[in-house]
């Protein structure tokens, strides 16, 4: 189809040889993106990158290209590879419920024995609890990294944060593994440990990643913290141009103390494929992930 603006939206087709990329990710394997670009449009957003690659000249957030790719013929030769769906887009974005890349990415994957992890800031994904069980081996993590909705809204324009949670316990109770992504971890603002004591009995892990400032949105961040936190000014200049990293190890070090006191298992890495006891998610540390050692879930980072 030729390019078409729907809900200011430009929406176009691109086809794609394979539909399957080895992943550069701390967890490994491979990743799979639907799509070519992510309507959320959050402000933070590492992805963001990716434009210089697509042809697109519009801003990020405000252009997707729905994929097509030849079928997935022999999808057991992923069989124990680690399989991540939206590692520069959202599989469920709100355009899926149109377009269905996501959906048939996971039939096609049917049988395959993937450990399949999917990672969004949706609630669209509970349309596929029952292909999700069927699949067996799967994680669906979702980025909250507030309870704070105004702070949401000021971010990105994915679904409310009440939505997701309401998506999480859906997902767990259907005994599917999940994860609550806090990420970023915005310094003087984000209260992980609020956030643990709201998803504990709904998620298997719980992970925590430092806020990355590169590139052009490290100025939109920094312009939104004079505008709208002014007092936390002098914190983001010490972190991000005088480049201390003293907050978040302080962070760490509280995160370990959350675990001890809420008989939690303390990692810096992922875990191998499992479910935990309801109440006692696994933390995971990914503050400074570059430095996690990747695929083999060591636990250790290169020091």
């Not at 933070?44 to 290209?65: I, N, P, Q, V």
């Not at 057991?76 to 959906?103: L, W």
């Not at 312009?223 to 936390?232: G, M, N, P």
């Not at 810096?268 to 695929?295: A, K, L, S, W």
């Amino acid at each position: 189809m030729a390019k078409v603006e729907m809900n200011g939206i430009l929406i176009g087709e691109v086809e794609t040889k394979n539909i399957m990329t080895k992943s550069s990710l701390p967890v490994g394997g491979y990743s799979v993106n639907p799509y070519v670009g992510c309507t959320h449009a959050c402000k933070y957003c590492y992805a963001s990158f990716m434009k210089r690659f697509t042809g697109h000249m519009e801003e990020w957030g405000t252009f997707l290209d729905v994929k097509h790719w030849p079928k997935i013929k022999n999808p057991k030769k992923f069989a124990g590879q680690r399989i991540v769906i939206g590692s520069v887009t959202d599989g469920y974005n709100p355009q899926e419920e149109q377009f269905g890349n996501t959906r048939k990415l996971l039939e096609q994957l049917r049988g395959s024995g993937a450990d399949i992890l999917i990672c969004t800031k949706s609630d669209l994904v509970v349309r596929d609890i029952d292909l999700l069980k069927e699949l067996g081996q799967v994680t669906v993590s979702w980025s909250i990294n507030t309870l704070d909705e105004d702070f949401k809204d000021d971010m990105d324009n994915a679904v409310s944060i009440k939505r997701r949670l309401e998506a999480m316990k859906q997902v767990y109770d259907a005994g599917i593994r999940t994860v609550c992504f806090v990420a970023p971890v915005f310094p003087g603002i984000t209260d992980f440990e609020a956030i643990f004591e709201r998803v504990k009995g709904q998620c298997d892990l719980f992970w925590l990643e430092n806020l990355n400032l590169r590139g052009s949105f490290k100025k939109t961040i920094m312009d939104y913290i004079a505008e709208k936190h002014f007092d936390l000014v002098p914190l983001y200049d010490e972190i991000y141009n005088k480049h201390n990293r003293s907050y978040f190890k302080a962070l760490e070090e509280k995160a370990k103390e959350m675990a001890r006191k809420y008989d939690c298992l303390f990692v810096d890495n992922e875990m191998p494929y499992g479910r935990v006891p309801q109440g006692h998610p696994v933390i995971v540390d990914y503050f400074y992930h570059e430095e996690v050692r990747g695929t083999k879930n060591t636990g250790k980072r290169n020091k």
